[in-house]
Structures are given as structure tokens and as C-alpha cells.
């Protein structure tokens, strides 16, 4: 079965800094790649997704993620994070056959002032 | 924009209660998905469905039933709700089509079996 980790479980970080958050996944065939941000109080919400093309995505508010396929990875970025990014983040895959979408375990970022 | 709406934002029931949770969305999506949110463990696929009158398991089944009788409402059931199905539970529905998988998402309903 397909799995996804985030090794990451609660990221630090102060404004400005840059942020890289991991995700990897064990599924050998095309897999379509998502990341999904939950602000604390608001619906989960799509960021960025990956389905073919241009391994380095960009999304919403400043993030991008790349897909390193030898690496089975797909790590999400920003170069300066904002209070404002304070939130939960889910990496989810999903195989390019259709079928359901496997989430990692999340990864909360807290951004301090 | 996509709406999906969730019956209850919170929830109280106690052990042994039968409770239904509703999710309805605008969109005309096919396929409708039913998750339970826990700190550490991330999202769980319990039901999901691609069809009217169709559902599919998913990782974590037991102690759920689903009901889907019209396309934009899907129903999660708990036949005698327990303890540890207390949780945030999402509701979720998407496109049929190999190109736009993308989710979205309800607000969650918190449960709190006692």
C-alpha cells in the first residue's frame, strides 16, 4: 500500500526565515502530488499540486514544491515565511490510476513574530 | 467556488447513540469522500463514493456506514457511536476526471462521544 511521510511534525521558525518542509512517498508508478494547508479555524485547502510537466510548481501565497522523482519526494518551499503562514500542512498522493488520495501525517508551522 | 457544507460544526453524543453526519456540496461532483482528522495521525479515508448509490471502504471503515441517495449529499453514519470515534471529521468531494483530482473540503464537524 501507499504511504506518505512527513518527517517534519512541528517546525519553529521566525519571520522571514525560509522554509522547507519534506514530504516523500512509496508509491513506484505516476503519481499526482498535492500539498493542502489548514489555517487554524478554516476549511483544508489546496496550495499547489503536481500532475505532469514542470517538476517545480508553483502555488497560492508564495510557495512552490519540486518533485524529485528518483527521490520519490516532493518538498514544499518559500523563501520568507509570513505570520500569516501559520498552519497545519498536508502532503497527499495520489496514484495516476484512479483511486484515493493518501495524506502524510501533517506537518504544523508555527511563525513567530 | 466550490461550497461544501457540513451539517454540524460540533457535536456531543454519547456512547451507544446513533449520529449522523451530512455533507452536501454545489459543484455537481461525482465523487464525494468522508475523512477523520487526529492530532499525529493526519487524514483517514473512512468512506468514499463515486456515484449515486455507490461506496467504497476506506482505511478505516469499522464502526461507519455511508449513504449516498442523491449526487450532492453524502451521509456518514456511526450505528453506535464509542469513544474512540470521538475526532474532527471532513467531508470532502471532487471531479471525475484523471486531470482534476483536487478536494475540497468542509469545515469539519468535531464529535465528542462521552
Known amino acids: 500500500a501507499q504511504s506518505v511521510s512527513q518527517h517534519n511534525h512541528h517546525v519553529i521558525l521566525s519571520e522571514a526565515a525560509s522554509l522547507e518542509l519534506g514530504c516523500n512517498y512509496s508509491?513506484?508508478?505516476?503519481?499526482?502530488l498535492f500539498w493542502y494547508v489548514q489555517y487554524p479555524g478554516q476549511h483544508l485547502q489546496l496550495l499547489l499540486k503536481?500532475?505532469?510537466?514542470?517538476?517545480l510548481v508553483k502555488g497560492i501565497k508564495g510557495f512552490e514544491a519540486e518533485f524529485i522523482k528518483s527521490k520519490f519526494s516532493f518538498n514544499l518551499r518559500k523563501p520568507s515565511v509570513q505570520w500569516s503562514d501559520t498552519a497545519e500542512y498536508f502532503c497527499?498522493?495520489?496514484?495516476?490510476?484512479?483511486?484515493?488520495?493518501?495524506f502524510g501525517t501533517g506537518t504544523r508551522l508555527q511563525v513567530t513574530l | 467556488d466550490v461550497k461544501v457544507t457540513q451539517s454540524s460544526r460540533y457535536l456531543v453524543k454519547r456512547t451507544g447513540e446513533k449520529v449522523f453526519l451530512e455533507c452536501v456540496q454545489d459543484?455537481?461532483?461525482?465523487?464525494m469522500f468522508w475523512y477523520r482528522q487526529d492530532p499525529g495521525l493526519g487524514l483517514r479515508l473512512i468512506y468514499f463514493?463515486?456515484?449515486?448509490?455507490?461506496?467504497e471502504k476506506g482505511d478505516i471503515p469499522e464502526g461507519y456506514s455511508v449513504s449516498r441517495e442523491k449526487k450532492e449529499r453524502f451521509s456518514l453514519i456511526l450505528e453506535s457511536a464509542s469513544t474512540n470515534q470521538t475526532s474532527m471529521y471532513l467531508c470532502?468531494?471532487?471531479?471525475?476526471?484523471?486531470?482534476?483530482?483536487?478536494?475540497?473540503f468542509g469545515p469539519g464537524t468535531r464529535l465528542l462521544v462521552l
Open positions: 508509491y513506484g508508478g505516476t503519481v499526482n
Open positions: 470532502a468531494s471532487s471531479l471525475e476526471s484523471p486531470q482534476e483530482e483536487t478536494q475540497y
Open positions: 503536481y500532475f505532469s510537466g514542470d517538476p
Open positions: 459543484m455537481d461532483h461525482e465523487n
Open positions: 497527499a498522493v495520489h496514484p495516476g490510476t484512479a483511486s484515493k488520495l493518501t
Open positions: 463514493s463515486y456515484d449515486v448509490k455507490m461506496k
